[in-house]
């Protein structure tokens, strides 16, 4: 399949290669089943997350031959090439409607999903919660035990091909109305308070220390992080730009469940 995808993503006339198209159809039932991932994670803690780029590519390519059809559920319709996966209680996931979850997207069983969306591509861990109105966009990877509050957005991550996704680790927790895009990994246990908003180049300041440690692109483990701002001058003056702020760690001497609401507590990180 690999070989397949990785010498005919972008070419003229793949569509037109039953064997193209099968390996396409095979990877995006492998994305389905779990057995395929579109990044894996690193070997040890704290390592380089990989990205499987054949895999994207196989997701977009699978764009070009699924059909337009049309969908029902009672009295609504839609018009989609993707159809939504209806096999939650064989897969062991509580799906609150109307979570829906697309073909090429993988939950693990014990998962919970209230009405929520998970897209192609997307990878939902053991234990987590999946909250009301969050929405788990393509190729995103969300750990085991993680929550993902209310109203939560992680973006979706197609191209190019090559680009990492959106990355939650084991245990974090996700406040109210965060969004995480552009590829961002926020690293195991890791808290984001309410309202949290990270792309790639947000700038995700420790201020624990003396003196600032400034990061991009990644939260590091165990961190409590809140809405921030920072000066900055333009020819038109003097204005504040958007940043995260990490205020503090959850304590390694108590359970997660337990450091979590610690957390909160002792930062006054609304969640």
Partial sequence: MQKLIEEHFG??????????????????????????????PPSEPGGNWTVNVWVKQAVLMYFKI??????????????????????????????????????????????????????????????????TWATVGSCAQVGRDVHLSGGVGLGGVLEPASSAPVIIEDGAFIGSRCI????????????????????????????TGENELVHRGRVPPRSVVIPGVRNKTFPAGDYQLPCALIIGRRKESTDRKTSLNQSLREFGVQA
């Fill in 11 to 40: 070419s003229d006339g793949w569509s037109q290669r039953q064997d193209v198209c099968d390996a396409v159809e095979q990877t995006i039932a492998g994305l389905d089943c779990g057995d395929l991932r579109v990044a894996s």
């Fill in 66 to 131: 699924a059909v337009m059809t049309e969908m029902d559920s009672g009295a609504l319709r839609w018009f989609d090439k993707i159809p939504v996966k209806t096999s939650h209680a064989a897969d062991g996931v509580r799906a609150v409607p109307p979570a829906t979850v697309r073909r090429g997207a993988y939950v693990e069983p014990g998962a919970i999903l209230m009405p929520s969306y998970v897209n192609i591509g997307a990878r939902v861990g053991q234990g987590t919660m999946v909250d």
């Fill in 180 to 207: 995480v895009v552009e590829g961002v990994r926020v690293e195991r246990e890791a808290v984001l308070g309410a309202n949290v908003v990270l792309t790639a180049s947000t700038p995700i300041i420790d201020v």
